[in-house]
C-alpha cells in the first residue's frame, strides 16, 4: 500500500537572470494510501512544481521525500502523470495511446488489446479507438489521457490541473468519471487544482498552499459522503465549505 | 472550377509573349526558339527515344545518391540530436563542411572519381545530405519535453523512447529534409552532368547547346522540370501516407 511523506522539501529554480526562486519552502506532509488529495493553491504557488517532485522529474534541494519508505529516485510506473495538455502522443491512434504502458510492461499484444478496449469502453470513447488525437475534442482528449494513465493499474495517480482547459460541463463529467474508476481501482490520487468546488468534490483531504514560496497553509478534511454523486455540490455543507476555503485563498492573493 | 481557369492564366500569358517575341526574326531561332518550335522538338525527342535513356540515366543518379544521403543523414542527424558527446565531437567538423556549396566539391569529384556515373552520385549525395541531416537533428532536439516525461511515468526505458516518442515526433521534421534534399539533389544531378558526365539530362542539354540546337535545350529545361514536379508530388503522397497523425496536410 503506497504511502507518501514530505520531508522538510525545499525546491529552488535559478531564472534566467541567474535570480533563485524558493518554489517550494520547508515542506512536511503525509499522504495517505487509496485516498484522494487535493493541493490547491493560487497560481505560481509551487503546485506543480510538487507533481514534478512526486513523478520524479525533478528532486528536492533540501529534505526528501519518500514513497513507501523509499526514496523517489526518478519516473517510475506506479506513480503515472496526467497532464493539463494530456500530452497524448499525436502519432499514436486512442487505442496504441492506451496500449503504451502496457506495451512498456511487455505485455503480450492480445492481452493489451482487451485491456485498452475495456479503457475505451468505461471512457466512453467506443467508436474511436482507430482515430488519431487531432481529430478529437478537448474532453475526448482527455479522457484517453486518463485512460492511458489508469490502464496500467498505477498505486498512484498524479494529475496535473488536468481538467483546467475543459468547459464547466466537460469538467464535471470528467470528475465524476474519475471518481467511478477511483471507486473501482482505489489508486491514491494527487490533483493539483485551482478550482475550489473541483478540490471539494474529489477530495478527501485538500492541502492549501501559500503564495510563493509554498508553504503549507492548512490541511482540511472533507467529510462528505462517499460515494458522491453530482447532487453533492448543491449541499449547504458543500457551499460552507466552499466560502470557508474561498477566504483561506482569498488572504493568499491579496 | 474558377480556380483551376486562374491557375492557366498566367501560364498563358507567358507562353503567349514568348511566342510573340520569336515571331517575325525566324533567323533567330537559335537564340530563342519559339514555344511551338520547343514543343515540336520534345515529340522529336521522344521520337528519336534517346530522352527516355537520358531521363532514367538521371533518375538512376539521383535515386542512388539520395538513397545513400537519406539513411546516412537520418542518422547522424539522430546522433547529433540525441547525445551531447556525440555533438560535441562533429558539429565543429559539420558546421565547417555544411557552408561550402556542393558545387565547389566539382572539380574533387572529377579528380576522384572521373567522368561518368561516379562523380554524380557523389555530388547528389553531398547536396542531400545536409538539409536531411539538419532537418533531422531539429526534428530530435525539438520534442516536447512532455512526451518524454509521459512516456516515463509510463514505464518507458530507453529503446521505446526512442522507438516510440522521438522517431516518430521528429519524423514530420525528418521528412521535410527528404523532401528539401530530393529537391537539391535534382539541382545537383543536373549541374553534375552538364559537366562531370556522358548521360543524362544535363549531358543531353550541354550537347545540344554545343550543336546549337537551342529548341533542344529548351525542351530538355521543360523535361527537366516536369521530372522535378512528379518527384516533389511523389513526395507529398508519401507524406500524407507515412504520416496519417498530423492535422491537416
Known amino acids: 500500500m503506497s504511502k507518501i511523506t514530505f520531508d522538510n522539501i525545499s525546491k529552488t529554480f535559478i531564472n534566467r537572470n541567474g535570480q533563485p526562486t524558493r518554489a517550494i519552502d520547508k515542506v512536511s506532509l503525509e ?13 505560481g504557488c509551487g503546485k506543480t512544481t510538487l507533481i514534478n517532485l512526486l513523478a520524479g522529474y525533478t528532486f528536492p534541494d533540501e529534505g526528501h521525500i519518500f514513497n513507501d519508505n523509499q526514496y523517489i529516485k526518478g519516473p517510475g ?33 492480445t492481452q493489451r488489446e482487451k485491456i485498452a478496449d475495456e479503457y475505451i469502453e468505461k471512457f466512453g470513447l467506443s467508436g474511436f479507438g482507430n482515430n488519431y488525437p487531432h481529430q478529437l475534442s478537448g474532453g475526448m482528449k482527455q479522457r484517453v489521457g486518463l485512460a492511458r494513465a489508469l490502464a496500467t493499474r498505477p498505486k498512484v495517480l498524479l494529475m496535473d490541473e488536468p481538467f483546467s482547459s475543459l468547459d464547466e460541463q466537460n469538467r464535471e463529467i470528467l470528475q465524476e468519471d474519475l471518481l467511478r474508476i477511483y471507486y473501482e481501482a482505489k489508486p491514491m490520487i494527487i490533483f493539483v487544482t485551482h478550482n475550489i468546488e473541483e478540490a471539494i468534490f474529489l477530495a478527501h483531504t485538500i492541502v492549501i498552499l501559500t503564495k510563493r514560496p509554498g508553504k503549507i497553509k492548512s490541511i482540511i478534511k472533507v467529510s462528505l459522503p462517499s460515494p458522491r454523486t453530482s447532487e453533492i455540490r448543491n449541499s449547504a455543507e458543500f457551499f460552507q465549505l466552499r466560502q470557508h476555503i474561498w477566504k483561506t485563498i482569498r488572504e493568499e492573493i491579496k | 472550377m474558377k480556380l483551376t481557369i486562374t491557375k492557366f492564366i498566367i501560364p498563358i500569358l507567358f507562353i503567349l509573349l514568348w511566342q510573340a517575341s520569336t515571331a517575325g526574326h525566324g533567323q533567330n531561332f537559335q537564340i530563342l526558339p519559339s514555344p511551338v518550335k520547343v514543343f515540336l522538338a520534345i515529340i522529336n525527342l521522344f521520337r528519336e527515344g534517346q530522352i527516355i535513356t537520358d531521363i532514367l540515366v538521371s533518375l538512376k543518379h539521383v535515386l542512388i545518391g539520395f538513397l545513400i544521403a537519406s539513411p546516412i543523414g537520418i542518422a ?15 558539429a565543429p567538423l559539420i558546421e565547417f563542411i555544411r557552408p561550402i556549396p556542393p558545387i565547389a566539391w566539382i572539380p574533387l569529384a572529377i579528380l576522384w572519381f572521373g567522368i561518368g556515373d561516379n562523380p554524380a552520385y557523389f555530388l547528389v549525395f553531398l547536396g542531400a545530405f545536409f538539409p536531411i541531416m539538419t532537418n533531422a537533428y531539429f526534428g530530435v532536439v525539438s520534442v516536447e519535453e512532455n512526451y518524454k516525461r509521459a512516456a516515463l511515468s509510463l514505464g518507458a526505458g530507453k529503446k521505446e523512447i ?27 544531378v543536373i549541374t553534375a552532368e552538364l559537366v562531370g558526365s556522358q548521360s543524362g539530362l544535363g549531358y543531353m542539354i550541354q550537347l545540344n547547346r554545343l550543336l546549337l540546337h537551342t529548341d533542344k535545350v529548351i525542351a530538355g529545361m521543360v523535361i527537366i522540370g516536369i521530372c522535378g514536379y ?17 492535422p491537416t496536410s
Request: proline content about 5%; glycine content about 6%; aromatic content about 10%.
Open chain 1, 77 to 109: 510506473i506506479e506513480r503515472t502523470v496526467v497532464f493539463q495538455d494530456q500530452a497524448l502522443f499525436l502519432w499514436k491512434t486512442v487505442k496504441e495511446n492506451i496500449e503504451f504502458g502496457l506495451k512498456c510492461q511487455k505485455i503480450n499484444k
Open chain 1, 31 to 43: 499522504i495517505e494510501p487509496e485516498k484522494i488529495t487535493c493541493v490547491l493553491g493560487p497560481s
Open chain 2, 162 to 188: 526512442m522507438a516510440d516518442i522521438i522517431l516518430p515526433a521528429a519524423s514530420p521534421s525528418i521528412f521535410t529534409g527528404l523532401k528539401t534534399g530530393l529537391g537539391i539533389s535534382w539541382f545537383m
Open chain 2, 230 to 246: 512528379f518527384m516533389n508530388k511523389t513526395m507529398e503522397i508519401l507524406e500524407d501516407k507515412l504520416l496519417p497523425w498530423r
Open chain 2, 76 to 90: 547522424v542527424g539522430i546522433v547529433l540530436g540525441y547525445s551531447k558527446t556525440a555533438k560535441k565531437l562533429l
